[in-house]
T-cell receptor
Framework: EPEVTQTPSHQVTQMGQEVILRCVPI?????FYWYRQILGQKVEFLVS????????KSEIFDDQFSVERPDGSNFTLKIRSTKLEDSAMYFC???????????FGQGTRLTVV | AQSVTQLDSQVPVFEEAPVELRCNYS??????LFWYVQYPNQGLQLLLK??????LVKSINGFEAEFNKSQTSFHLRKPSVHISDTAEYFC?????????FGQGTELSVKP
């Protein structure tokens, strides 16, 4: 069964460092998303991406964040200068269309120290 | 604005007992509702969804949820739970192209 895969599963980084979280969406999906879940809190929407551009982003997704689809398969989330409060589980998701269900990856646990 | 409230953060229950996980939403427009499940150390998996049609939707593993427009609820139920149902359950509403999640309910099934 096709699935969304994320790497790495865990990442520890020092405050101020750049991190790139990687995702391989399901191959025939056209819409891609990043969500995050700070420990003990809700899963929160960060950004959606379609046709090689951001279609929607939340207020969390400030200038420190960027997304990219560098080739035909990967979808990445970059955090330029990490802060302690960026520590969270980051989920990638994809969907065939804007109004169909999203399939989630297993998440990358980011710890900023 | 749309929001989702899951009224119970933790629900402990004994094996083979029935369970209900509550979810209420606020919305002024048509809603599309989802339940996702997160097993320990795994990602979010879609459990069931309501888009239109029958207000009672069912999953393959015995869970069901009923869309109740008048009460703005989408509670998740199972008549008899198993140890393997232990997980965190998230209710979500779709707003445009994104999902708005509730806080999650941790279901703990004890033998």
């Amino acid at each position: 069964e096709p699935e969304v895969t994320q790497t790495p599963s865990h990442q520890v980084t020092q405050m101020g460092q750049e991190v790139i979280l990687r995702c391989v969406p399901i191959s025939n999906h056209l819409y891609f998303y990043w969500y995050r879940q700070i420990l003990g809190q809700k899963v929160e929407f960060l950004v959606s991406f379609y046709n090689n551009e951001i279609s929607e982003k939340s207020e969390i997704f400030d200038d420190q964040f960027s997304v990219e689809r560098p080739d035909g398969s990967n979808f990445t989330l970059k955090i330029r200068s990490t802060k302690l409060e960026d520590s969270a589980m980051y989920f990638c998701a994809s969907s065939v269309a804007r109004d169909t269900e999203a399939f989630f990856g297993q998440g990358t646990r980011l710890t900023v120290v | 604005a749309q929001s989702v409230t899951q009224l119970d953060s933790q629900v402990p229950v004994f094996e083979e007992a029935p369970v209900e996980l509550r979810c209420n939403y606020s919305s002024s427009v048509s809603v599309y509702l989802f339940w996702y499940v997160q097993y320990p150390n795994q990602g979010l998996q879609l459990l069931l969804k309501y888009l239109s049609g029958s207000t009672l939707v069912k999953s393959i593993n015995g869970f069901e949820a009923e869309f109740n427009k008048s009460q703005t609820s989408f509670h998740l139920r199972k008549p008899s739970v198993h140890i393997s149902d232990t997980a965190e359950y998230f209710c979500a509403v779709r707003r445009g192209g994104k999902l708005i999640f509730g806080q999650g309910t941790e279901l703990s099934v004890k033998p």
